[in-house]
């Protein structure tokens, strides 16, 4: 099986073939002697012959390809239950800058339609691989220290499943859906969100009363959190509440034309711990008219539907929050 996209550049992912394991070998090791020199370390073995042999092996290998030659590789774990992880992914140095690793990520997660959450780690030292992961879809979740006595750190990445992607095309009837707007550009901004309820089966919601719709409490990612730490922290900030989170729900992809902005808010489902104290909004907020509000699911679920925003963004706050909603309630 081959998966292609259509665009200047094609690339193709398929199962590896033996004759081409040296020359993957030959390109794993140019594409990670950075991490050699910076590390002293790269993906333990992947210098190997038998590490690509194993790949072929146990059926976890992928070749990439790019204008019908070898353009890197990939090693992929069914980890069951439609979660998958992307243990290595490497492409030929002299092949940077085309856009090719975007669309070997593309091109992979197609080739397994039955992944439904995806996982990786990259070094904690290489932002180049997380701002190409985070534009990829990849929240930051956590860390480890894979090396014992070592301060080597790698950064733990996830991807949960894909709820709703939003144009302005799908919200505003005077937009030309054969005109889509030129995403590349677009600024990212990763938010974390929850579906936060209490013991007595209440959830909160906040009221945006000046703009006239309900929004899941939430908001963005600050450098050097993880999406946990961020849910919490938001959740403390509008809900005034300390949580525990039970569950992930999925994320949403906002693409808002207006602002060249493209947005992923990753959801979980979240219970109150102890009482809600205050909410602390921001001055913005305040004057948005936010109120902080516990209410049924059902309840929630019909305010939402039938608010109608007086603003540009809110239409994309109340499609992304009752895609999350709906998930939550399924």
Same mark, same amino acid.
């Given at each position: 099986?081959?998966?292609?996209?259509?665009?200047?550049?094609?690339?193709?992912?398929?199962?590896?073939?033996?004759?081409?394991?040296?020359?993957?070998?030959?390109?794993?090791?140019?594409?990670?002697?950075?991490?050699? /020199?910076?590390?002293?370390?790269?993906?333990?073995?992947?210098?190997?012959?038998?590490?690509?042999?194993?790949?072929?092996?146990?059926?976890?290998?992928?070749?990439?390809?790019?204008?019908?030659?070898?353009?890197?590789?990939?090693?992929?774990?069914?980890?069951?239950?439609? @979660?998958?992880?992307?243990?290595?992914?490497?492409?030929?140095?002299?092949?940077?800058?085309?856009?090719?690793?975007?669309?070997?990520?593309?091109?992979?997660? /197609?080739?397994?339609?039955?992944?439904?959450?995806?996982?990786?780690? @990259?070094?904690?030292?290489?932002? /180049?691989?997380?701002?190409?992961?985070?534009?990829?879809?990849?929240?930051?979740?956590?860390?480890?220290?894979?090396?014992?006595?070592?301060?080597?750190?790698?950064?733990?990445?996830?991807?949960?499943?894909?709820?709703?992607?939003?144009?302005?095309?799908?919200?505003?009837?005077?937009?030309?859906?054969?005109?889509?707007?030129?995403?590349?550009?677009?600024?990212?901004?990763?938010?974390?969100?929850?579906?936060? @309820?209490?013991?007595?089966?209440?959830?909160?919601?906040?009221?945006?009363?000046?703009?006239?719709?309900?929004?899941?409490?939430?908001?963005?990612?600050?450098?050097?959190?993880?999406?946990?730490?961020?849910? /919490?922290?938001?959740?403390?900030?509008?809900?005034?509440?300390?949580?525990?989170? @039970?569950?992930?729900?999925?994320?949403?992809?906002?693409?808002?034309?207006?602002?060249?902005?493209?947005?992923?808010?990753?959801?979980?489902?979240?219970?109150?711990?102890?009482?809600?104290?205050?909410?602390?909004?921001?001055?913005?907020?305040?004057?948005?008219?936010?109120?902080?509000?516990?209410?049924?699911?059902?309840?929630?679920?019909?305010?939402?539907?039938?608010?109608?925003?007086?603003?540009?963004?809110?239409?994309?706050?109340?499609?992304?929050?009752?895609?999350?909603?709906?998930?939550?309630?399924?």
């Amino acid at each position: 099986m081959s998966v292609q996209k259509e665009a200047k550049q094609i690339v193709t992912v398929s199962p590896v073939q033996s004759f081409q394991l040296e020359e993957l070998r030959r390109i794993a090791i140019a594409a990670f002697a950075e991490d050699l /020199r910076r590390y002293g370390m790269m993906p333990e073995g992947i210098e190997t012959i038998e590490w690509h042999e194993e790949g072929l092996g146990d059926g976890s290998y992928l070749v990439i390809e790019s204008q019908q030659r070898v353009a890197g590789g990939a090693r992929i774990f069914d980890l069951g239950d439609g @979660t998958f992880r992307l243990g290595s992914l490497f492409i030929d140095p002299a092949l940077h800058g085309r856009g090719i690793g975007k669309q070997a990520m593309e091109a992979i997660e /197609r080739y397994y339609p039955q992944a439904r959450t995806w996982s990786l780690d @990259t070094p904690a030292g290489s932002t /180049r691989n997380q701002r190409f992961y985070a534009h990829a879809g990849y929240v930051k979740v956590g860390e480890s220290y894979p090396v014992q006595d070592s301060d080597f750190c790698l950064f733990d990445y996830a991807k949960p499943e894909l709820l709703v992607e939003i144009r302005d095309a799908e919200l505003f009837a005077d937009r030309n859906p054969d005109k889509p707007a030129d995403e590349h550009g677009f600024a990212l901004r990763q938010a974390a969100r929850a579906v936060l @309820t209490d013991g007595a089966g209440r959830m909160a919601l906040m009221h945006v009363a000046k703009d006239g719709y309900h929004k899941l409490p939430g908001g963005g990612i600050e450098p050097g959190e993880d999406v946990y730490s961020a849910l /919490r922290r938001e959740m403390r900030e509008e809900s005034g509440a300390e949580i525990e989170v @039970t569950g992930t729900i999925g994320m949403t992809a906002e693409y808002i034309a207006e602002y060249k902005l493209k947005q992923f808010s990753y959801a979980y489902s979240a219970e109150l711990v102890g009482s809600p104290g205050e909410s602390a909004f921001t001055e913005e907020e305040q004057a948005g008219g936010f109120a902080a509000m516990w209410v049924k699911p059902d309840e929630a679920l019909s305010l939402m539907e039938n608010d109608q925003p007086k603003s540009y963004s809110g239409h994309f706050i109340r499609c992304r929050d009752l895609a999350i909603l709906r998930a939550y309630l399924n």
